[in-house]
C-alpha cells in the first residue's frame, strides 16, 4: 500500500513539474517576457549565448541622423532562419531604451518595457528572416541612438543584443 501511494505521489510530481516546464517554455512562443527588458536576454532554460560578433544577422537604418519626431525605418536581414527576436532603440549615453515602432511586421508584436510600444518581440515562432519595421523618435532631444537586436535560432541557441550602427540626433524639426 505504502509503495503504490509513493508511485502515485512520484507520477503527480513528475506530471505537475511537465506542466509547469511545458506553459514556461509555450509563453516565448508567443514573445520575450517582460524579464529580457532591461538586457535583452532570453530566459530560456540551458540557453547558449553565442558571441555577437558570430552572428548571420544584421540590423540597420538608411538613415545615418534623425530629427526629433522622425520615422526611421530599421531593417534586419539574416542569411538563416530564426524564430525569436526582441528589438529596441537605445540612447548611446546611457543605454536606456527610447522611442516607440509605428509600424512591425506579421509575426511581431509590440512590448512595454518603459513606455508603450517602445520595444518589439516576435507573436509567434514562425521562421523568419528579412524584417521591415519603423521607429518614431521622442518629440524631444534624446540624443545619439544604436538599435539593439536579440535573436533566438532555436530555444537553446541565441545571440543577444546585436547592434546597428550609430543613427545621430540633429537639432529641431
Known sequence: MEDGRRAHVTVIGWMCTTL????????FSHGASLSACTDMMPRHLRAQLHSPNNNYVTVHTNMSFYFPGDKVPVTVRST???MGFLLQARK????????MFIF???GSKLL???EDGDTVTHSDKSLKRNLSFVWKA??????????????????????????????AQRGQN
Open 104 to 106: 512591425i511586421p506579421p
Open 112 to 114: 512595454t518595457c518603459f
Open 80 to 82: 538563416r532562419d530564426f
Open 20 to 27: 509547469c516546464l511545458v506553459s514556461y517554455t509555450a509563453a
Open 92 to 99: 548611446v549615453s546611457n543605454d536606456e531604451i527610447a522611442g
Open 138 to 167: 521622442p518629440a524631444q532631444p534624446i540624443g545619439d541612438i544604436k538599435f539593439f537586436i536579440s535573436v533566438v535560432q532555436s530555444y537553446f541557441v541565441y545571440w543577444a543584443k546585436i547592434e546597428s550602427a550609430i543613427v
